[in-house]
């Protein structure tokens, strides 16, 4: 499962930033939520089952889960999220729904009350369960962060998944998931099938990083230096491209979207601005269903705020000579 003491700090974390209601026994460690994600596919799933998907949505998510030969739903999101409606019209009876409500990827929005409870209550109808990848829900400039999806669950159908390789490093290859108590026995038969266990060196340094008040004085910190490198964004993208483009989502996270007009082919101009060193992620990639929209997933994580307007007038200078 993992060290105890990292498992201890989470679960005090996690009750008290994201009101998720868990105890340490119920916390596995893994290796990235991509690990997160695979390993969970593999205990709910069977060849042939169905799971709602969000559309557009994580890509690398949609991967895990086709490795298990499942039925991908691609279900469409909205200002609210993920349209439950609409999941419920296309495949009532599907085995799991995989969903990014703080911040949804791509697209930025964040679940409604409403929608979170109409997830919760289709869950506990239907025999279903949800996969709550909290993505990036430690980065909100606008707000304090939304709870958990977890943590308005009375019963027990939501399997919560976080991860370390936003808020401190990727190179950590280091996450966790909140199982149900029920499931906690068939996710360790999967865990120990896979790789046994996770090396415990890196998780007990992270253990006492977050024990002694280094964790959170982090989040503050880079909080600060990812509103500043947002706010530059968002300001040369609406100087350079005004009405041309639409901004998604940038009230959270370490990246934001902007769509586009119909008919432009946003795959061949990230091709282009790669070679520019222009590093853009066609936004019509992450659809599953035929109607993609054109546009652009824009990271600033790592980008200083000083380089951010050059950057945004080199793709102006793309979109303009296409």
Request: hydrophobic share 40%; proline share 6%.
């Given at each position: 499962?993992?060290?105890?003491?990292?498992?201890?700090?989470?679960?005090s974390?996690?009750?008290?930033?994201?009101?998720?209601?868990?105890?340490a026994?119920?916390?596995?460690?893994?290796?990235?939520?991509?690990?997160?994600?695979?390993?969970?596919?593999?205990?709910?799933?069977?060849?042939?089952?169905?799971?709602?998907?969000?559309?557009?949505?994580?890509?690398?998510?949609?991967?895990?889960?086709?490795?298990?030969?499942?039925?991908?739903v691609?279900?469409?999101?909205?200002?609210?999220?993920?349209?439950?409606?609409?999941?419920?019209?296309?495949?009532s009876?599907?085995?799991?729904?995989?969903?990014t409500?703080?911040?949804?990827f791509?697209?930025?929005?964040?679940?409604?009350v409403q929608?979170?409870?109409?997830?919760?209550n289709?869950?506990?109808?239907?025999?279903?369960?949800i996969i709550?990848?909290?993505?990036?829900s430690?980065?909100?400039?606008?707000?304090?962060?939304i709870?958990?999806?977890?943590?308005?669950?009375?019963?027990?159908?939501v399997?919560?998944?976080?991860?370390?390789?936003?808020?401190?490093?990727?190179?950590?290859?280091?996450?966790?998931?909140?199982i149900?108590?029920?499931?906690?026995?068939?996710?360790?038969?999967?865990?120990r099938?896979?790789?046994?266990c996770?090396?415990?060196?890196?998780?007990?340094v992270?253990a006492?990083?977050?024990?002694?008040?280094?964790f959170?004085?982090?989040?503050?910190?880079?909080?600060?230096l990812?509103?500043e490198?947002r706010?530059?964004?968002?300001?040369?993208?609406?100087r350079?491209?005004g009405s041309?483009?639409?901004?998604?989502?940038?009230e959270?996270?370490?990246?934001?979207?902007?769509?586009?007009q119909?008919?432009?082919?946003d795959?061949?101009?990230?091709?282009?601005a790669?070679r520019?060193?222009?590093?853009?992620?066609?936004?019509?990639?992450?659809?599953?269903?035929?109607?993609?929209?054109?546009?652009?997933?824009?990271?600033f994580?790592?980008?200083?705020?000083?380089?951010?307007p050059?950057?945004?007038?080199?793709?102006?200078?793309?979109l303009?000579?296409?």
């Open positions: 499962m993992g060290s105890e003491g990292l498992r201890e700090a989470i679960a974390y996690l009750r008290t930033s994201r009101s998720v209601r868990c105890e026994k119920q916390v596995l460690i893994v290796g990235g939520s991509q690990q997160a994600l695979e390993i969970s596919a593999r205990v709910l799933l069977d060849p042939g089952s169905s799971v709602w998907v969000e559309d557009p949505g994580y890509r690398l998510a949609r991967d895990a889960f086709a490795l298990t030969d499942c039925n991908l691609p279900v469409p999101v909205d200002k609210e999220g993920l349209i439950v409606a609409e999941g419920i019209k296309r495949c009876k599907a085995r799991a729904a995989i969903v409500p703080s911040h949804q791509p697209l930025g929005v964040t679940m409604s929608r979170r409870l109409e997830l919760l289709w869950a506990e109808n239907s025999g279903s369960w709550e990848d909290d993505y990036d430690e980065y909100r400039y606008e707000s304090s962060p709870p958990s999806l977890q943590g308005l669950d009375a019963n027990e159908r399997i919560y998944i976080g991860t370390f390789s936003k808020v401190l490093s990727p190179s950590l290859r280091l996450g966790y998931i909140v149900p108590l029920p499931l906690v026995d068939r996710f360790l038969i999967v865990r099938a896979m790789d046994i996770p090396p415990s060196f890196y998780q007990d992270v006492d990083f977050m024990n002694e008040g280094h959170g004085r982090h989040i503050r910190r880079m909080r600060i990812y509103r490198r706010s530059a964004l968002v300001d040369s993208l609406n350079e491209l041309k483009a639409e901004v998604l989502g940038s959270a996270g370490m990246h934001l979207t902007i769509t586009l119909s008919g432009i082919d795959r061949t101009i990230a091709a282009r790669a520019q060193n222009l590093w853009i992620w066609p936004l019509s990639g992450s659809y599953l269903g035929p109607e993609a929209r054109p546009g652009f997933i824009l990271g994580g790592s980008t200083a705020a000083a380089d951010i050059g950057s945004v007038r080199t793709l102006r200078n793309l303009t000579s296409r």
